[in-house]
């Protein structure tokens, strides 16, 4: 599975953005696709995820702002940024875990799209 992210940019506090992340599969054929952020000196921390039934679900602490979403015709997963704060500002990094019928777990990452969020 190839990931390509996108959507990233310099935007002001409480702004919005809209990422976008190509995956070269079906996204149906996936156990779950997700985001993951990850700020300099800081642990990668996961945003956002959905997984094959449609089932979503967003990090506590972004609830309210961010959202994800999916364009099945296009193999893409969306993550919607609004109300966008200085500490938002990472670079956000698309993944997606598969699973064999044995139970193998695969992961698969995209290169990354830069976020920075000005006060």
């Known amino acids: 599975v190839q990931l390509q992210a996108s959507g990233g940019g310099l935007v002001q506090a409480g702004g919005s953005l809209r990422l976008s992340c190509a995956a070269s599969?079906?996204?149906?054929?996936?156990?779950?696709v997700n985001w993951y952020r990850q700020a300099p000196g800081k642990q990668r921390e996961f945003v956002a995820g959905?997984?094959?039934?449609?089932?979503?679900n967003v990090a506590d602490s972004m609830k309210g702002r961010f959202a994800i979403s999916t364009d099945n015709a296009k193999n893409t997963v969306y993550l919607q940024m609004d109300n966008l704060r200085p500490e938002d500002t990472a670079v956000y990094l698309c993944?997606?875990?598969?699973?064999?019928?044995?139970?193998?777990?695969?992961?698969?990452w995209g290169q990354g799209t830069q976020v920075t969020v000005s006060s």
């Open positions: 993944n997606a875990v598969d699973q064999t019928p044995r139970g193998t777990t695969f992961n698969f």
């Open positions: 959905i997984i094959r039934d449609g089932t979503t």
């Open positions: 599969v079906n996204i149906f054929t996936i156990k779950s």
